[in-house]
Every structure is written in structure tokens, then in C-alpha cells.
């Protein structure tokens, strides 16, 4: 039996790719097969085996739920989305499962769709709005309006969904202006969470040959960051999780020179977090005295914290150097804080 209660619950996807399927146009920036590394709509079988063969590896009371990723899962024929979802309800009917997630295009959800999908178990459906300005997503060849998000957004609060709204800092024709205003149109909508995904160039896309005629221009990969920082802020003002920041580092987008240009690094998120814990310290060391000062850190947080080879740290060395700055763990603190006048603590560094 699954425990509901248990304190230590994480929640956890067990991701099924349909590459492209149900998608009726090309996006500018979209290579699905490789973003995917997959080229064909998955079986029944293939869905039942992939869930056989990943709850060994799940622990007990975790959130488990089946995610069908990749594609506009509510564009695939009517029948193959029954089949696909009907592997899942043994599963779901054992208790082994708590839900299925999906994604799909925000035109391609209406009150009937919806109707469709509740009786088999969808608990959470994931939009691509990408942006929220539609210069934007006319110049990216993406098919649908601001207005469709907005509108299939209402919907699926209404029927019961938990909702969930990806956009892309960075597109063609995108400002940094243009990626705020996103950002606030998608809080108007309150997601249960969102996820960001800089804009990539990947080979085989029109972004691609915008890129190398050189009308596109990716952002750096310290733009990204910076940009992320600001919007994991905004939502976070707004309770609002932001599950992801970036691709994954996958074969499937590393191997071979897949991406062409853009903001990838295979730890993007850590990147993000770790920026804005140097923005936030650097606020508090700026209101301290000069002299001794340690940065107290909860155990978990010092790798984000410090940075990658201690860049945080020694950025702050330089940014003030009457200060001398050390790190301190502390298992007891609940946030990072700084303190003054400290000589001689241990687990310094």
C-alpha cells in the first residue's frame, strides 16, 4: 500500500515520450525527435512495461504519476489517446499510481476534451504557452494566440486539473520586456506550477536557419540565467513552483552537436539558484559592517550557495573587500543569514 501521509513523500514522473504526435504544425525553434531521442508513438505495451519497469525504483509514499511528455497528447486520434490512457488504469486501480500528467498545445483543449480525459485518471495537464505576446508566437510558427492559452487555462481550473504552463525566455523576436510581461500574464492565470525553458537552437528547425543567416541571436547563457532569476522571483512572490529551469542533459540533446546556439548547461537550474542565492547574500553582506562576517548555511544549500568552484564566494570577496568572508554549515538554520563579528567557528571555508 502507498503511505498518503509520509512526511518524506517526493513526487515523482514516470515520462512517457510521444514525439511530435497530435502537433499539426513546426515550431520555429521544434526538433521533437531530438529533443525526445525517440521516434515513434509508444504501444499500450510499451506503456505498461515502462511503468512495470520503473515503480521498483520509487520509494514508499512517494507521488507517483505518469507523465506522456513530448507531443500535443490531446491532438493524437481519439482512440490511440483511450489506448494509451487505458494502460495506465490497472495501475492506477492497484493504488501503484496517483495520477497521469500530460502536455499538449493550448488550442487543442476544449469542455469536451476535458470531459474525455477525466474518467481515466488525468489529474494534471501541462499547456505550452511558450509566451504570452503574440508577435511572438506568430514569428515562431506556433498556431495558436495568447488568447487560447488564457482560455484553455480557465477551462482546465474549472474541470478539476491541476494546471501546469511552460514558457521559452528568448525566442525569435522575444525582448527581455516581452519575457516579463509573459511571466505576469501566466501569474494572472494561477498555475499550480510552471516551467521555464530558455530558448535553444537545435539543428533541423527554421530557428536554426535564422540563426545561421544571423536574423536570431540566442541568448547568452548569463542572460538566461539572469532572466530566470527574475522570473523564479516573480512567480515565487506568487506561490507559484517553478519545477524546472532548462532541457535536461539527455543524450539526445548533447550527443553529436544538437544544439547549435543558446543558454544550455547541463545543471541550468542549479546555475539559476546559486545566482540568486549571490544576489540575496550580497543584499545582506552590503548592510553589514566591515571586518569578520560568516555566512551561515543550512548543509544542503552550501554547494548552491558557494557556487561552482566557490565563484559566489570569491565574487563577494572582491565586491567587498573590507570584509572577510567565510562560509559556516550550520544542520540548525532553516535559510541562509549572515552574521558579523564571528572569530573562530568551525566547518569555515
Known amino acids: 500500500m502507498r503511505c498518503p501521509n509520509c512526511i518524506m513523500m517526493r513526487n515523482k514522473n514516470i515520462p512517457i515520450f510521444v514525439p511530435h504526435a497530435g502537433c499539426p504544425n513546426d515550431c520555429a525553434f521544434c526538433n521533437q525527435r531530438r529533443i525526445t531521442g525517440v521516434m515513434d508513438v509508444p504501444s499500450p505495451d510499451d506503456v505498461a512495461r515502462l511503468i512495470r519497469d520503473s515503480l521498483p525504483h520509487m520509494r514508499e509514499g512517494d507521488h507517483v504519476e505518469v507523465a506522456f511528455f513530448g507531443g500535443s497528447f490531446t491532438g493524437i486520434p481519439r482512440n490511440t489517446q483511450a489506448a494509451l490512457l487505458g494502460a495506465v488504469r490497472p495501475f492506477l486501480r492497484a493504488g501503484q499510481l496517483d495520477g497521469i500528467r500530460l502536455s499538449t498545445r493550448p488550442d487543442y483543449i476544449d469542455v469536451d476534451i476535458l470531459d474525455f480525459l477525466a474518467p481515466f485518471g488525468v489529474t494534471t495537464i501541462e499547456l505550452g504557452a511558450q509566451s504570452m505576446c503574440d508577435e511572438v508566437l506568430f514569428a515562431n510558427r506556433r498556431g495558436h494566440t495568447a488568447a487560447d492559452t488564457a482560455r484553455a487555462s480557465r477551462l482546465i481550473r474549472a474541470h478539476g486539473f491541476s494546471l501546469g504552463l511552460q514558457m521559452m525566455p528568448g525566442l525569435y523576436q522575444d525582448t527581455a520586456a516581452r519575457t516579463l510581461a509573459t511571466a505576469e500574464a501566466l501569474i494572472a492565470l494561477a498555475p499550480d506550477f510552471v516551467r521555464i525553458y530558455p530558448t535553444l537552437v537545435l539543428k533541423d528547425t ?21 532572466q530566470c532569476v527574475t522570473l523564479k522571483r516573480m512567480f515565487a512572490a506568487h506561490n507559484i513552483p517553478v519545477i524546472r529551469m532548462g532541457l535536461m542533459a539527455s543524450d539526445a540533446i548533447c550527443a553529436d552537436g544538437d544544439v547549435l546556439a543558446g543558454p544550455f548547461h547541463p545543471a541550468f537550474g542549479e546555475l539559476v539558484e546559486s545566482a540568486a542565492y549571490f544576489e540575496e547574500i550580497a543584499a545582506q553582506l552590503a548592510d553589514v559592517p566591515d571586518g569578520e562576517v560568516e555566512i551561515v548555511v543550512p548543509p544542503h544549500l552550501v554547494s548552491k550557495v558557494v557556487g561552482n568552484r566557490r565563484r559566489n564566494l570569491y565574487a563577494w570577496q572582491r565586491q567587498f573587500p573590507g570584509k572577510r568572508i567565510r562560509i559556516r554549515q550550520d544542520a540548525a538554520a532553516s535559510a541562509c543569514r549572515v552574521e558579523t563579528g564571528i572569530v573562530g567557528s568551525k566547518q569555515c571555508f
Open 206 to 226: 527554421y530557428l536554426a536557419d535564422l540563426y545561421e543567416t544571423g536574423r536570431y541571436t540566442p541568448l547568452s547563457l548569463e542572460e538566461a540565467v539572469a
